[in-house]
């Protein structure tokens, strides 16, 4: 009889996710996987995207929140000339102007996405999971329903046109690459391209290739996410390394045992600096992650606290 497989400590995993598929179901899928429940992600991606999903497992489900970070990249792909209602090519087609496509050139299209570079007001689109009124857009719009929607302001560092194909597809079709703040919906940004452009579009093909400090190099593909996997252990992440943009302090043994019981502390008895704005690492003598707080006053404040174990305790 075959030994069962070590638990998988926690961490933060990069997933490649497929299409056809759901952030929650992938994540699902994980915690299948790897025989855990704990189990969530930092930021989404539409069914139809494939890419960097952040997986966060065990204790570091409580950095989530931290790790959806403000700035993403994405490759994907445009057709000109067909506009859908969910703005993507998982919708039904609602409107061409195939003709008017067929005349877009390769600098009127480049034009039009550099247009969109800077900071720009976006309105989220009805099918997406922004909640209104208690209930998800997506909801409503399957209801026949279309709501007003406030703007929001997002950011747009790059939008590049990388290549026009006109012959292929029946209508053109372009890839492009976006480097944008969080909250941004390229498919969005495809549909005013083609509003720019006279001949509407969607997107057809979406890839995230970096969500913050994680990339595509760091990512293993969903079907290969196992206990077995030799590439595992390396390719988990550890809480303390995942919010390196944070700012930190390392406690000695005896703070950092006053830490793991939420002693109240204040910030004058761990540091003679100034005490940061924001969250704050609190490391253990080991260097793993022990406590997120903020500091009030000179107060602290647990935020979250983690295990500490022999390894991190020190001597």
Request: proline share 6%; aromatic share 4%.
């Amino acid at each position: 009889m075959s030994a069962r497989p070590p638990a998988v400590a926690s961490g933060v995993l990069v997933v490649d996710k497929p299409a056809g598929i759901t952030s929650r179901g992938a994540v699902a899928e994980v915690g299948r996987r790897l025989d855990t429940r704990r189990a969530g992600h930092a930021g989404t991606l539409d069914p139809m995207a494939t890419g960097v999903l952040v997986v966060c497992l065990g204790e570091a489900t409580k950095i989530a929140g931290l790790l959806v970070a403000d700035d993403k990249s994405y490759d994907g792909e445009l057709e000109l000339g067909r506009e859908t209602d969910t703005l993507d090519a998982d919708g039904q087609v609602v409107r061409e102007r195939i003709a008017e496509a067929a005349a877009v050139d390769r600098a009127a299209l480049a034009a039009a996405m550099a247009a969109l570079v800077g900071d720009i007001e976006q309105v989220p689109p009805m099918y997406s999971a922004v909640r209104q009124a208690g209930r998800r857009l997506h909801e409503l719009a399957r209801a026949g329903q279309e709501v007003e929607r406030a703007a929001r302001a997002v950011t747009v560092r790059r939008f590049d046109l990388l290549a026009l194909d006109l012959l292929s597809f029946g209508a053109p079709r372009a890839s492009f690459a976006v480097d944008c703040s969080k909250g941004t919906y390229v498919r969005s940004l495809v549909a005013d391209v083609g509003e720019a452009l006279g001949c509407g579009a969607h997107l057809t093909a979406l890839r995230r290739t970096r969500s913050g400090g994680f990339g595509l190099d760091r990512a293993l593909a969903l079907a290969d996410v196992s206990p077995d996997t030799v590439a595992l252990p390396g390719r988990l992440v550890d809480p303390a390394d995942a919010l390196v943009h944070l700012p930190r302090i390392g406690l000695t043994p005896d703070q950092a045992a006053a830490v793991a019981h939420g002693k109240p502390l204040s910030w004058q008895d761990l540091s003679p600096a100034e005490a940061p704005a924001g969250p704050v690492c609190m490391l253990a003598p080991g260097g793993k992650l022990l406590a997120l707080v903020e500091v009030e006053g000179l107060r602290i404040r647990y935020r979250r606290v983690f295990p500490l174990t022999r390894e991190g305790a020190g001597s």
